[in-house]
């Protein structure tokens, strides 16, 4: 395998845990993933999913009493999951580029904006202070912030939502960073804006060809940016594969409810698609695959035994409805824990569950 074939990213059975009075609570569960330079991963998913939990894993920043308890995450054929605190700061901002939900409280109120830029620039790059007030203002004007020259010496409250975000922006690429973790970078934004976002990062993904991890809820952005996505549930992957795949041929009951929610033109459906019950708390994560309380495929096996990642079509999807042992096992079973019709099953095994 050549280098250029290596990911740039890889994150491997990466478990998180936070040690409580009642007990330990794993808010991440055996996830593994890579990201090649240039690429956008997608993580989407329902609140408590873990999406956030895992991006602030890669950069470093869960507060104890939280703790990687297993796995290992590698940055361009570095672990990094295990350095000493120091050493990781260097690493942020430099090697990892950081996009926050709410731009304006991820910038300093009391300083102007070129102050957060030349100081970021000066702390991960060998340069002057003139030499890092024209780079500052060199990604001003990349980031599509207009007269930036005059605007770099602006305070943040003298900017709209939608260009605090594209300093934010503008700061995660300060350092020339090979990865960048965005979480939800177009949430507090509208709509017209948000597409002005999304296609920003997608071309400073393409020019720099810098990785990007896009944490988001919304399906729409994931469509509109993302090469692939990983859909997470319960703090586990329970589907990755390749944007277009996983949005037409969903292969997980729960990316199926997902797809299924969303509204689309011509759509000549009477009601959309709804997921009954909710996401499960930490405290009270069934046994078994944990989603099978919501799923209406659901039988015996799947109450008993979690499912791994395994192919399922044209992705990898964590259910017993794409193993064929499973599969014959609940067609002989004649009472179903959750009144499963049977015809789901074998449609759900040709792919029929995507439709």
């Known amino acids: 395998m050549t280098d250029a074939a290596q990911p740039l990213l890889a994150v491997e059975n990466l478990r998180v845990e936070f040690p409580t009075r009642r007990g330990t609570l794993v808010a991440v569960h055996d996830v593994s993933f890579d990201i090649a330079p240039g690429e ?29 308890a297993a796995g290992r995450i590698t940055l361009a054929g570095r672990r990094i999951d295990a350095l000493p605190y120091d050493e990781m700061r260097r690493i942020r ?12 409280t991820s910038l300093n109120p009391l300083y102007t904006i070129g102050r957060q830029l030349v100081e970021t620039i000066r702390t ?12 500052a203002i060199a990604l001003l004007e990349e980031v599509g912030i207009p007269a930036a020259a005059r605007r770099i010496d ?6 709209s939502g939608g260009m605090r975000q594209r300093v934010v922006i503008a700061l995660a690429l300060a350092g020339k960073p090979k990865l ?16 002005q976002i999304i296609q920003l990062i997608k071309r400073l993904c393409r020019d720099h060809h810098t990785a990007v991890m896009l944490v988001t809820h919304d399906m729409g952005v994931i469509a509109e940016t993302a090469d ?10 329970v589907e990755i594969g390749v944007v277009a795949d996983v949005i037409n041929r969903p292969q997980h009951p729960y990316t199926v409810g997902l797809m299924g929610s969303i509204p ?8 959309l698609t709804q997921i009954d019950g909710s996401m499960p708390r930490l405290t009270a994560v069934p046994p078994g695959c944990a989603f099978h309380p919501r799923c209406p495929h659901a039988f015996a096996r799947c109450m008993r035994q979690r499912p791994e990642l395994m192919p399922a079509g044209a992705t990898l999807a964590a259910c017993w409805l794409h193993d064929p042992v499973a599969r014959r096992e609940a067609m002989t079973e004649e009472t179903l824990p959750q009144a499963i019709d ?5 449609e759900a095994a040709r792919g029929g569950a995507a439709t």
């Open 40 to 68: 956008v991963l997608g993580v989407v998913g329902e609140s408590g999913a873990g999406k956030s939990l895992t991006g602030a894993a890669i950069i470093g920043l869960i507060d104890p009493p939280g703790r990687i």
């Open 93 to 104: 901002g430099r090697e990892i580029g950081a996009i926050f939900q709410d731009p304006l």
């Open 124 to 135: 991960h790059l060998p340069v002057g202070e003139a030499q890092a007030r024209a780079q």
């Open 154 to 159: 602006n305070y943040p409250h003298q900017f």
């Open 180 to 195: 960048i973790v965005a979480d939800e970078p177009t949430t507090a934004l509208d709509v017209s804006i948000q597409a």
């Open 228 to 237: 692939r996505v990983a859909v997470m549930y319960a703090g586990r992957i």
């Open 264 to 271: 689309r033109i011509r759509d000549e459906r009477p009601r």
């Open 342 to 346: 049977r015809k789901l099953i074998h």
